[in-house]
C-alpha cells in the first residue's frame, strides 16, 4: 500500500508547483502591466492626434460587420440594424518594448484614456445622439489600438416601393470623420465589403451583399477633401408573406366580381355582391397604403388594387343596366332588328345561351328527342282538333239542312205563321252576333298579351347574353391582371 501512494504523493505535488508557478506568472505579468501602463500615461493627452509629424495624415481602417437587421420602415425610410464596428490606427505615443516587460505584447484598456477618431455615420436617421460604447480596445506593443464596438444604427435610406412586395432596396450606410480632413485622418477600407459572415438571417429581407466604396468629396464649405467610405447594403424582400396575406385574397375576390353576371337577374343580389367585392378590395388597400410612404410612386400591388377596384364598378354599373333591360315590360319598344340578328342569333349561340325557361344543363340528344316528342305532340293535337272540327261542320251543316227543310216545310204547310216566331228568330241572331265580338273581343287581348310577353321574353333573353357575354370579358380581364402581377413575382 505505501509503494502505490508514492507516484499519487508525486504528481499531487507536481501539480501543487504548476499552479505556484503558473500564479506566479501571472502576477508577474499583472504587475509589469500595471508598471507599463504608468508609464505609457504618465504624460500621456488624448485629446490631441497621436502623430509625430503633423504634416502626415493618420491611417484609420475601418470594419464593419452586419449582425442583423431589426427593422425597415418603408413608411418613414429608416433602417435600423446592429452593427460590429471595428477600427484600428497607431498611436505614434503609445509604443515599448514588450522584451522590458516581461513579453508583455498586449494590454486592454478603456476607450476612453486614448485618442479616437471622431468616425460617425453620416446618413443618421436617430434623435439620440449618445456617446459610442466605451468599450475597451487593445493596445499592441508597436503602437496599435484595435477598438470594437457594437452599435444599433438608425439610417436613412430612400425607399422605392415601385414593385411593391417584389421589390429590391439599396440602403448607404456612409462613415467618416466629422472634424478631421483628408489630410489629418485618411480612412482605409479594411475589406472590399462588409463582413456578412456572422449575419443572423432576416425573416423579411434577404442580403444580397454589402460593397464598400470610398469616396473623397471636397465641399463647398472647405478647401480640404473628406474622404469616407459607403457600404450599400443590397436587400431583396422576401414576397412569401404578401403573396398569402394581401395578394392571394384579392385575386380570389377579384374572381367574384365575374360572378355576379351569372347570378340570375330575379335574384336581387347581383349588385350587393359587386358592392360587397368593392368594400373587401378597399380594406386591402387600406391595408397596404398604412405601410407606404406618401410618395408618387404607387406599388404595384396597390396598382393591381385600383384596377380590379375600377373593373368591379365598371361590372356594377354595367349590371344596373342590364337589370334595366332585364325587366323591360309590355311598354318598352320591341327589339331593335340589328340587336335581334347579333345578340339574339349569333351571340347567344357563341355563349350558350338559351331561351329563357329552358333547361340548358340536359345533354343534347336528350333536347332533340323532347323537341320531336313536342313537334310529334303539336302535329297529333292538330290532327284531333282538324278531325273534332270537320266532324263538327259537317254536323253543324246537316243541322243546318234540316233546319231549312223544316222550316220550309213548316211555312209551305202553314201560310198563318205568327210574328212571334219571326221575332224569336231576329232576337236569337243579334245574340249570337254579340257573342261573336266578345269571342273577338278576347282572342285580340289574348293575342296581345302574349305579343307583350313574347316582347318581354326577347328583352330578358338579350340582358341574359349580354350578362354571359361580360362576364367572359371580365373573367379575362381578370385573369389577364392576376398573370401580369404573378408573373413579376417569378
Known amino acids: 500500500m505505501k509503494r502505490n501512494s508514492l507516484p499519487c504523493c508525486c504528481f499531487s505535488l507536481w501539480l501543487v508547483f504548476t499552479a505556484v508557478i503558473l500564479q506566479g506568472v501571472e502576477s508577474a505579468q499583472g504587475k ?28 484609420v481602417t475601418l470594419q464593419i460587420t452586419l449582425s442583423q437587421i431589426k427593422d425597415m420602415d418603408e413608411r418613414n425610410q429608416i433602417l435600423t440594424a446592429y452593427l460590429w464596428i471595428r477600427q484600428s490606427w497607431y498611436d505614434a505615443y503609445l509604443k515599448w518594448d514588450k522584451d522590458e516587460y516581461d513579453g508583455l505584447d498586449s494590454i486592454r484598456i478603456p476607450s476612453n484614456l486614448v485618442w479616437r477618431p471622431d468616425i460617425v455615420l453620416y446618413n443618421k436617421a436617430d434623435d439620440d445622439f449618445s456617446e459610442p460604447v466605451n468599450t475597451n480596445v487593445v493596445l499592441r506593443y508597436d503602437g496599435k489600438i484595435t477598438w470594437d464596438a457594437p452599435a444599433i444604427t438608425k439610417s436613412s435610406c430612400v ?55 470610398k469616396n473623397v468629396i471636397t465641399y463647398g464649405c472647405c478647401s480640404e477633401p473628406y474622404p469616407d467610405i459607403t457600404f450599400t447594403l443590397i436587400l431583396k ?26 347570378l340570375p337577374a330575379d335574384s336581387g343580389e347581383k349588385v350587393s355582391l359587386g358592392v360587397t367585392v368593392l368594400l373587401a378590395l378597399t380594406v386591402f388597400q387600406l391595408m397596404v397604403a398604412e405601410s407606404m410612404p406618401p410618395s408618387e410612386n404607387v406599388p404595384l400591388i396597390g396598382k393591381y388594387y385600383i384596377a380590379t377596384m375600377t373593373m368591379i364598378t365598371a361590372s356594377t ?49 336528350v333536347k332533340t328527342q323532347e323537341h320531336k316528342l313536342r313537334k310529334d305532340f303539336k302535329y297529333q293535337k292538330k290532327q284531333d282538333r282538324h ?23 213548316h211555312l209551305n204547310n202553314s201560310n198563318g205563321i ?20 266578345n269571342i273577338e273581343y278576347i282572342a285580340n287581348c289574348v293575342r296581345d298579351h302574349k305579343a307583350n310577353r313574347a ?36
Open 455 to 490: 316582347k318581354g321574353i326577347e328583352w330578358k333573353k338579350v340582358a341574359k347574353v349580354m350578362d354571359r357575354f361580360f362576364m367572359w370579358i371580365f373573367f379575362i380581364m381578370v385573369f389577364f391582371m392576376s398573370f401580369l402581377i404573378i408573373g413579376k413575382a417569378i
Open 387 to 409: 278531325k273534332v272540327v270537320t266532324s263538327q261542320l259537317s254536323r253543324n251543316r246537316n243541322n243546318d239542312s234540316d233546319l231549312k227543310k223544316k222550316l220550309n216545310g
Open 32 to 59: 509589469y502591466a500595471q508598471m507599463l501602463f504608468n508609464e505609457l500615461f504618465e504624460d500621456y493627452s488624448n485629446a490631441l492626434r497621436p502623430v509625430e509629424d503633423t504634416d502626415k495624415a493618420l491611417n
Open 317 to 365: 354599373a354595367l349590371t344596373i343596366i342590364i337589370m334595366n333591360i332585364h325587366h323591360c315590360g309590355a311598354e318598352a319598344q320591341p327589339v331593335p332588328q340589328w340587336a335581334r340578328v347579333v345578340i339574339l342569333d349569333y351571340m347567344s349561340k357563341i355563349f350558350f345561351v338559351y331561351d329563357v325557361g329552358e333547361n340548358c344543363t340536359s345533354p343534347q340528344r
Open 159 to 213: 425607399v422605392d416601393v415601385s414593385y411593391f412586395p417584389f421589390d429590391d432596396q439599396q440602403c448607404n450606410l456612409t462613415f467618416g470623420s466629422w472634424t478631421y480632413n483628408g489630410n489629418q485622418v485618411d480612412i482605409i477600407n479594411a475589406l472590399d465589403s462588409g463582413d456578412l459572415s456572422d449575419f443572423i438571417e432576416d425573416v423579411e429581407w434577404e442580403i444580397h451583399g454589402m460593397p464598400a466604396v
Open 418 to 437: 205568327q210574328c212571334e216566331n219571326a221575332k224569336d228568330a231576329v232576337n236569337c241572331c243579334s245574340c249570337y252576333k254579340v257573342l261573336i265580338k
Open 237 to 262: 424582400r422576401r414576397s412569401s408573406f404578401y403573396i398569402f396575406n394581401l395578394l392571394l385574397p384579392c385575386v380570389l375576390i377579384s374572381f367574384l366580381a365575374p360572378l355576379g353576371f351569372y
